[in-house]
Each structure stands twice: as structure tokens, then as C-alpha cells.
């Protein structure tokens, strides 16, 4: 029988509904229950295509016996983190703070008040290399509560002391200047791999708001050290197994420091935001391989990621069946030289094994292969290649594929749309802008509100239940302004002012300018989460420092200027010391160093040629953070053409940053030198 999750609209949660375990969804109605039997709770955060949160659902949740101890002595909780960043960013401080490290599946144990008392990860069925087993944990923990009661209770009360001293309060520091942004790019040269690209050892995260910084300090300074790392990482990804060599599209992480193995879940976020990295890799070296990639990835998302109602799916499952009813991670992606023989013929199977490094022995388990193309120089003409390629992909095709988690997050969404719309714009792809517009229409007509108060997530064409971030609203508001830009459409520039003046009003404090996670009015967690640094995808802090930007120098508006500056003041403090934590806030920095410069270009008709050329060389300008308007002398879509008439009567670009402007031309090439100065 299902439990009280099967009315929930989270694929994560959705999972869990058939479980013996009685879950409840994070209500107040949980915690009224826990209070009045008098138990526990227990708190399981994770997402749908978290493979060890699927490994501890089928040894423990679904296990009859473990089922029934929960029942019996807990109130259990589950929390989609994806729907609900708030809750799981509150406890995730708190599991760290307590063990030095987190991840999901993420298991809290909180008093009836929400109070957290122990944590943990990953539990196993059975005790495992040092680690309790699951029914243990539940055995020690209601064992605490029933005779030490009050000894508990003392702990949760001190841990949430402890939580509300870690306020942040930057604020009120001044912007980040040259000499930051220098440290920042220094602390980076030290922790970069130059054998095999990025930072770090393993596990190797692809590094993409950091190399969107390395690419804003090359256009600003020159640095060719910033655009070296950027481009030699950016090459060493696509060329790994962390990248999807025939559907295109990049996996969570990879395993190895040499990118070869992956974690084969992929998001919507990470691809959004690298396929914009190497558009905008190829718009500062002319790269044919950032070309590449940029357009697979664009199309991976739109082909694999595309919902029925236009919006994008989140996730890709690291996990499918792999033949046999077995679900098998990365069984969707890899292969063995018997099964490309299988497809491929002997001569051309031989070919493809050289091509993407499939061996023998394997790069993977049980003589499997991730592929990748480890030899720099084609080993064949191009043609043989791509018809290799097609019908490898046609083959895959007819595997079964890894699950979907079809929920629209408005962040991610927006994170797209603004990559859709300039790789469109930079490629001449209209089907990829119309993607973009198709997405942001779906976020107006169902995530905003008549008061543009945005909804976290929607399925299916449901709004859910779950309040706005900050992430959201600012990242969405990037996308609309990168939507603005290309389309010459000022409507997206009204919506991204909407969401950015609720980032003032809600997401501010009025003192200080700090920015919190959650708005004035969300509802009250132990503490209200607030964090600067950029993980998985940008902060909202940082996010809504560069929208904030972006808003500004579109209108001049001197209050949204202000607040990105007063944001930044945690890149001055930050930057310098942990700069892959901060990625997303240097490149806003990058941006207000250079202005950002403000980009008018009038024309008789957006469709007039001239006015296009124009138009397109501002878009593939590489000055940061530039913001660009198109439209008709006094059109009334930008406030930059306010007081833009054309030159001779040809359509003409004008360029202004910190109050002055440079003489109008009418130049393609000089438009072109200006922007790249």
C-alpha cells in the first residue's frame, strides 16, 4: 500500500511511495505527529539520480523488517534536496560542522522541534568498514532518546546555538579589486593539474564558473596563463570519458584525475553551464572543439533533456538495466569490443577502439570501456568517424536508458536558457534560441506569479508547492537578460527587473547587503540558510550579484548597481583563498571591473542586415558582462536606445561604460576591436 508520498509531484519522492516505510513529506504535519508520540525524526534528503541514495532505498527502506523498527520508534521524513535546497542546505551545515564532511543521501535525526542531535550519510544493511549498520544507528538513536532524553535535547539546543553564530556579513565590505582578482588567479595556478587539466585530484569536478573567470580575466587583462588553463581544461574534458562522446552532454564528475571514469548521472545545470563556457571558449579563440562541444551539448539538452511542456528535465540517472533487469551504473554509455564488433563489423570495430580507447582489459568493470578520444590527431578520415559515431548512437539507442527526473527546477531552467540563446545566437542556430524562449515562457506562464514570486519546481505542467529560492530568482533573471540580448525582445529585461527587485526587497538584508538563501517571508527553518560559496552551480549569492549587475547596466539603476557591489564584498573576502569556491563571484567581479560596458545598437529593423551584423558582433564582443540592446532609434524595448539615432542614416552601435561613451560607429570591425580591447 502506498505511503503519504505517492501524492507528491518529486520523481525522488515518487520512488519512496511504495516503500513499507511510512513517510512523510516535510510538513509541519510531520513534526506535529513526532510531538505528539513523543519520537524522533528521521530526515532523508537526497534526489533521483543519486546512485547510493537508490543503493540505501533498496537495502534499508525497502526491507519489511527495517520498515517496521522506523515505524514503530520514528517519524521518517523524506526531502527531495532538489526541490527543497533550503532544508537540505540548513542540515548539510549541520552534518558538516559535526563530521567534517556531507553528501547524500544525507540521514539527520532531529528532536520533534526540528532540532538535529546526529548524522550521518550512507548507512549500510550490515556493519562495513568501521561503519555501524542502519538498524544499529536506529537502535542507539531510540535508545538515547528513551533513557538520556534530556542529555539529547541539550545537544540539538547547542547545535542550533551554533548554527545561528555562523551568520555571514560581508556585505558592507568594498568590491574586489585587481589585486584580489591577481591573488585569486594565483591561488588557482597552484591548485591546477597541468598534466591533465582542472583542480585537484580525485574526484574531479568539472570546473565551469571558474573557467568562466579565467576567460572574463584573459578578455580583461591579456593573462594568457587564465586563457591557457581555461582552454587546456576545457580540452581535456571533452576529450574524456566525463563527456559524452555520441550523444554529447557531460556526466556529473569523474572518478579518476584524468577525467576517463565518470559518475554517468548527468544534470541540467552542469551541461547548461558548460555548454556556455565553450561557446564562449570558442567566441575568444575560434576553437573548433569548444564549436563542437558547445553545439552537442546544446542539442543533448534540447534532444534528451526537453519536456513535453518546454521546460528542462533535471537529471539524467547514473543507473539503466543493463540487458539483463539489473540496473547497472554507466551500463547505458559503455562498451566492450565484443559489443562493437556486434555493431560495427570487425575492420570498423577496430577503428572505434583505437578512436574512443575501448581496450581489452577495459577502462571501466568487467572489460567495459568509457568512451573517450585519447589520440589528439584523427586516426581516420572524418567521414568514417562520424558514420562510426551514428551508429554507435543508433545501437545505444536501443538500450534501455537511464531514468529522467522530469521536474523543471526554475534555476537550472534559467541557467539554460541563458546557454540556449547564446550558442543559438553565436552559431546562427534559431532553433536553439527558440528552445531558450520556449523554456522562458513556461517559467512566466507557470513558476511566476501575478506578483512575479517565482515557484521552485514544476511536472507535467504543475506548478509545485515549494517557494522560490535565491538561486532562483537570479538565475532566472540571468536567463532573461541573456535572452534580452539576443532577441532584442525588452520584455525579458521587465521580467528579469521583477525578479531582481524581490532579490532586493525578500532576499537583502537592508543593513548590511548580505543576501540569505531564503526569503523574509519563507518559512522558518533552525536557521535561515545563507551561502556565498559556489558548489554545483553558482551561489544565489553570486548569481544575483551578476543579475543585479546585468539589470543595472541595462537601466542605469543606481540601487541595483549598489546591492551587486555591496554582494561582492564575500569575493574580496573569499577570492583569494578559495578561489574554485568562488568561481561564479571573480567572473561578476571580472564584470565590474571592465564597467560592465553597455552595448546599443539601432538599426531601421532588427531584420535589416546591417543592424544584424552589428548586432552579432556585439554579442560575440568578449568585453565582461557586457550588456547588449537592439532595437529601432527610441525604441522603447531597451532604456540604452533612449537618445540613439542612426549615423548617416546606417544603423549604428554605441559603447559606454562607467558614465562615458565611446563616438558611435557604424563599423563592423571597429564595433569588433572595441570589445575586445
Known amino acids: 500500500m502506498p505511503n503519504r508520498l505517492a501524492h507528491e509531484t518529486s520523481p ?14 516535510w510538513s509541519e504535519e510531520a513534526f506535529a505527529e513526532a510531538r505528539k508520540r513523543s519520537v524522533p525524526v528521521l530526515l532523508s534528503i537526497g534526489y533521483s539520480s543519486c546512485h547510493w541514495c537508490h543503493v540505501m532505498a533498496h537495502e534499508s527502506f525497502e526491507d519489511q523488517e527495517t520498515a517496521e523498527y522506523l515505524n514503530a520508534h520514528y517519524v521518517s521524513v523524506k526531502v527531495d534536496r532538489e526541490e527543497r535546497p533550503d532544508v537540505d542546505a540548513v542540515y548539510m551545515e549541520a552534518v558538516q560542522a559535526a563530521t567534517g564532511q556531507g553528501g547524500w543521501p544525507m540521514t539527520v535525526f532531529l528532536t520533534p522541534d526540528a532540532e538535529p542531535f546526529y548524522f550521518g550519510t550512507y548507512f549500510p544493511p550490515a556493519p562495513r568498514q568501521g561503519m555501524p549498520s542502519f538498524r544499529q544507528v536506529l537502535q542507539g538513536v531510540h535508545q538515547a532518546w528513551d533513557e538520556r532524553r534530556d542529555e539529547v535535547t541539550e545537544v540539538a539546543g547547542k547545535i542550533v546555538r551554533d548554527l545561528a553564530g555562523r551568520e555571514i556579513s560581508y556585505g558592507d565590505a568594498q568590491t574586489p579589486g585587481e589585486e584580489e582578482l591577481a591573488q585569486a588567479l594565483l591561488g588557482l595556478t597552484r591548485e591546477y593539474d597541468p598534466q591533465r587539466g582542472g583542480f585537484g585530484g580525485a574526484p574531479k569536478f568539472p570546473p565551469s564558473m571558474v573557467l568562466e573567470f579565467l576567460l572574463r580575466h584573459h578578455a580583461r587583462t591579456g593573462a594568457e596563463g587564465a586563457l591557457q588553463m581555461a582552454s587546456d581544461t576545457c580540452e581535456r574534458m571533452a576529450r574524456g570519458g566525463i563527456y559524452d562522446q555520441l550523444g554529447g552532454g557531460f556526466a556529473r564528475y569523474s572518478v579518476d584525475r584524468d577525467w576517463v571514469v565518470p559518475h554517468f548521472e548527468k544534470m541540467l545545470y552542469d551541461n547548461a553551464l558548460l555548454c556556455r563556457v565553450y561557446a564562449h571558449l570558442w567566441r575568444a579563440t575560434g576553437s573548433e572543439l569548444a564549436r563542437r562541444v558547445a553545439l552537442e551539448t546544446a542539442d543533448f539538452m534540447v534532444r534528451e533533456l526537453r519536456t513535453n511542456e518546454g521546460g528542462f528535465a533535471s537529471a539524467l540517472d547514473a543507473d539503466s538495466d543493463d540487458g539483463t533487469g539489473k540496473h547497472v551504473e554507466g551500463a547505458y554509455y559503455v562498451w566492450t569490443p565484443e559489443q ?35 589520440v589528439r590527431d584523427a586516426l581516420s578520415d572524418a567521414e568514417k568517424v562520424a558514420s562510426v559515431r551514428e551508429r554507435l548512437l543508433a545501437a545505444r539507442s536501443e538500450r534501455p536508458a537511464p531514468g529522467r ?35 522562458a515562457d513556461l517559467l512566466v506562464r507557470l513558476h511566476l506569479d501575478e506578483q512575479a514570486r517565482l515557484t521552485r519546481t514544476s511536472k507535467d505542467g504543475h506548478a509545485g508547492a515549494n517557494a522560490g529560492v535565491l538561486e532562483d530568482y537570479a538565475d532566472v533573471a540571468e536567463g532573461f ?40 517571508d519563507a518559512e522558518r527553518l533552525i536557521r535561515r540558510p545563507q551561502d556565498p560559496t559556489d558548489n554545483a552551480a553558482p551561489s ?11 539589470y543595472a547596466a541595462h537601466t542605469g539603476s543606481e540601487p541595483h548597481r549598489t546591492a551587486a557591489e555591496k554582494a561582492l564584498g564575500v569575493v574580496k573576502a573569499l577570492g583569494p583563498r578559495v578561489p574554485r569556491f568562488i568561481g561564479w563571484g571573480l567572473a561578476v567581479a571580472e564584470a565590474v571591473l571592465d564597467g560592465p560596458r553597455e552595448v546599443a545598437v539601432v538599426g531601421p529593423s532588427l531584420d535589416d542586415e546591417g543592424t544584424r551584423s552589428l548586432h552579432r558582433a556585439a554579442l560575440l564582443g568578449t568585453a565582461p558582462g557586457a550588456v547588449v540592446a537592439v532595437g529601432v532609434p527610441e525604441g522603447d524595448e531597451f532604456p540604452l536606445l533612449s537618445g540613439r539615432p542612426l549615423v548617416g542614416g546606417e544603423p549604428a552601435a554605441y559603447v559606454c561604460r562607467n558614465f562615458t561613451c565611446d563616438a558611435p560607429t557604424t563599423e563592423v570591425e571597429r564595433l569588433r576591436a572595441v570589445l575586445s580591447d
Open 405 to 439: 527526473d522530469d521536474k523543471v527546477v526554475a534555476a537550472w531552467n534559467g541557467l539554460a536558457i541563458a546557454a540556449l540563446a547564446e550558442t543559438g545566437a553565436y552559431f546562427d542556430r534559431p532553433d536553439l534560441v527558440e528552445a531558450a524562449v520556449a523554456a
Open 540 to 550: 544565489g549569492w553570486s548569481a544575483a550579484a551578476g543579475a543585479l549587475l546585468g
Open 12 to 25: 525522488y519522492l515518487l520512488q519512496h511511495a511504495d516503500n513499507p516505510v511510512d513517510w512523510w513529506p
Open 481 to 520: 537578460l541573456a535572452l534580452a540580448s539576443v532577441t532584442g525582445e525588452g520584455v525579458w529585461l521587465e521580467f528579469a527587473g521583477f525578479l531582481v527587485d524581490h532579490v532586493l526587497a525578500r532576499f537583502t538584508d537592508p543593513e548590511s547587503g548580505s543576501l540569505y538563501d531564503t526569503a523574509a
Open 340 to 374: 562493437l564488433r556486434e555493431v560495427l563489423g570487425e575492420q570498423d570495430a577496430d577503428l572505434a577502439a583505437r578512436h574512443f580507447g575501448v581496450t581489452e582489459e577495459g577502462t571501466f568493470e568487467e572489460g567495459a570501456s568509457v568512451l573517450q578520444l585519447p
